[in-house]
């Protein structure tokens, strides 16, 4: 399993999930087998928005992930990564525990965000 997280600093693990998907200035990627975090690694999301376009989605993309955590999420975004079958799910508070709790299928989805006026657009 590899979970991409969307941070809103570079702390890795200690990092706070960042509530905006296309707003996270970071992304971790953890790779886990087995219920347990084999290793972690911080990357810099440059695809940050300004207010359109699901360039994020294609960036965490590259990181071959099966499974993305963040604190809000846009439809459009949703949708890309259905359509790459990635699960999705939501998630406020450290990284660390939003991995822990994944690990043990107690996360639940996430509902699209209508934050800044986007109405669920992509990125939030």
């Not at 296309?22 to 990357?43: D, T």
């Not at 294609?58 to 993305?68: C, F, N, Q, R, S």
């Not at 822990?100 to 006026?117: R, V």
Request: charged share 20%; proline share 2%.
């Amino acid at each position: 399993m590899k979970i991409g997280i969307t941070l809103s600093d570079d702390q890795g693990l200690k990092s706070e999930v960042c509530a905006h998907f296309g707003q996270c200035s970071h992304f971790l990627i953890v790779e886990a087998e087995n219920g347990k975090i084999q290793n972690s690694k911080v990357v810099p999301n440059d695809a940050q928005h300004g207010g359109g376009g699901c360039q994020a989605v294609g960036e965490i993309l590259k990181h071959k992930i099966t499974h993305v955590i963040a604190g809000g999420m846009g439809m459009n975004a949703q949708n890309k990564f259905a359509d790459a079958g990635v699960s999705i799910f939501g998630y406020s508070g450290k990284a660390e525990e939003a991995v822990k709790a994944l690990l043990t299928s107690s996360l639940g989805g996430i509902e699209p965000c209508k934050d800044h006026g986007h109405d669920g657009e992509c990125g939030h």
